[in-house]
């Protein structure tokens, strides 16, 4: 016999309130990740060893900008999904884990900032 | 009393150390290692960005410390990580739909994953001395 409501049943969150969401966004990341990783280390390969003038023409381009924006979205979004669950398996104190859970969002965000900051001004700061 | 000697003899379940490490088992370990390694990677990657974006000396110094032997030593294991990763991805995906689970195919799908990871990272990189 289930004690749960029909109404719990039907939203089919569950007791973290979320469903299956962690784990789809970690899949649709994934797929997305695919391609971008490939375009990435592509764009990479071609700008190794490029002098400065050639690297800061390249990424401020309209078409790379966008990609990195993308990239960056994609897999700042996936690591930090998939840190929240290697944090949530290994770390047991209540308190700890919460700091953690935190500083993942921290880490990442502050990335993100770089990230933005750059884009922005290699493609609108001439 | 015998409280304590009760509670000192029940089972405990086996840690994981006491399995000899088969190839599935090391290749599902090292996606979560790859993956948190990536996530440090990640960061080289916007602070890479961000130099680009600051002036030519920065960047420069930035780029130095890349290119030493330490750094290409660093990078040369963020993209076995990257490779790794991508592949042990694919191999959930696919998973996820109830395909490629029959235990001799796996184990040889973990062994292949090792090798195709290795050989892809080298390629990556003759690429990446051949473009300049
Ligand atoms: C730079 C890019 C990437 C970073 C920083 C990254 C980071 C991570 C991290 C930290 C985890 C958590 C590890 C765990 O739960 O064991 C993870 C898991 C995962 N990654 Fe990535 N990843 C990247 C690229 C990719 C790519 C390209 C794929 C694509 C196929 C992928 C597929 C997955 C999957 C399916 C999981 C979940 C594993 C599980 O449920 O146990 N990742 N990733």
Redesign the pocket.
Known sequence: MSMRTPLGKVRGLGSAKEGTEHFWR??LT??A??PL?IIGLWLVISLVGAPYSEVRATLASPLVAIFIALFSIS?LY??HL??Q??IEDYVHGELRKVLLIMLNTFFVFFSGALVAFAVFKLAFGG | MRQTQAKSSRPLSPHLEIYKPIPTMVASIM??IT??A??F??FLFSWWLFAAATDAAYFDWVNGLFGSLLGRVVLLGFTWA?VH??L???K??VQDTGRAMEKHFTTKMARLHFAVSIVLTILIWIAAYAAR
């Open positions: 970690q899949r994934a797929v990740n695919i990783v897999v996936h690591m998939g840190m669950v290697v | 996606h979560r993956g948190a990536l996530y990677g990640m990257l990763h991508m042990g991805g694919v959930h995906l």
